[in-house]
């Protein structure tokens, strides 16, 4: 089976920068996900990685390091709006299929 | 539509009652998901449609639950029976998966609150 491990809550200063950690053990890996969830709304995508390093998107950047299991969210100049909970979702491979597996979640709390 | 839509967006039912939930994935994705979210938790894989294939069945929890996915595009998760323990939300996701991509990402609906009382 599938185990995801990220922080249940987080807080951070609106400007400054928050890191979300995620370490996870699976087979069949084969790329993972972070999602943004405001409460009450659907997950949105933000970044996917399936190689090791840095994907960087505005003021989102996410690492991989396959080897140790082990991705993070890296969030810039925070606003009070990306106050959500941020997905952890593993996809591996199950035959010809694909699944994802998402982790509980990290829920941010921008403050002033 | 522009995005994936799911109905009803709320649903209240007494124990041992029948619901269906529906699914209308984005039109031309290949691949239809249903998770699973209880209050405060993360996504519960349920079931995954992809094409003419076979669904991966092995996240539904009980044989209470199934689901189907009719020419292709709509789909519906049924609980037979409900039970209080699955009051939670409902998503559903869609994607259109390639094997030519090694990347493609799941738009998710809104959701059906489910609350069994």
């Known amino acids: 089976g599938q185990n995801i491990d990220q922080p249940t809550e987080m807080t951070a200063t609106e400007g400054a920068i928050v890191q979300i950690n995620c370490t996870y053990q699976?087979?069949?890996?084969?790329?993972l996900f972070w999602y943004q969830q405001h409460a009450g709304e659907a997950p949105t995508f933000l970044s996917y990685?399936?190689?090791?390093g840095l994907e960087e998107k505005g003021r989102f950047s996410s690492f991989l390091s396959r080897s140790k299991g082990y991705s993070y969210l890296l969030l810039k100049e925070l606003q009070m709006k990306d106050s959500a909970s941020y997905l952890c979702?593993?996809?591996?491979?199950?035959?010809?299929?694909?699944?994802?597996?998402f982790g509980t979640g990290t829920r941010l709390q921008v403050t002033l | 539509g522009a995005g994936v839509s799911q109905s009803p967006s709320n649903k209240v039912t007494e124990k041992g009652k029948d619901v269906e939930l529906r699914c209308d994935p984005i039109s031309g994705h290949t691949a239809l998901y249903w998770y699973r979210q209880s209050l405060g938790q993360g996504l519960e894989f349920l079931i995954y449609f992809q094409g003419n294939s076979a669904p991966d069945k092995s996240g539904l929890p009980s044989d209470r639950f199934s689901a189907e996915r009719t020419g292709g595009s709509v789909s519906t998760l049924t609980i037979q029976r409900t039970q209080q323990e699955d009051s939670a939300v409902y998503l559903c996701?869609?994607?259109?998966?390639?094997?030519?991509?090694?990347?493609?990402?799941?738009?998710f609906g809104p959701g059906t609150r489910l609350t069994v009382t």
């Open positions: 699976t087979s069949g890996f084969n790329g």
């Open positions: 996701a869609s994607s259109f998966e390639d094997r030519g991509r090694s990347f493609y990402e799941q738009y």
């Open positions: 990685n399936v190689l090791d």
């Open positions: 979702a593993v996809r591996t491979n199950t035959g010809t299929a694909s699944k994802l597996t």
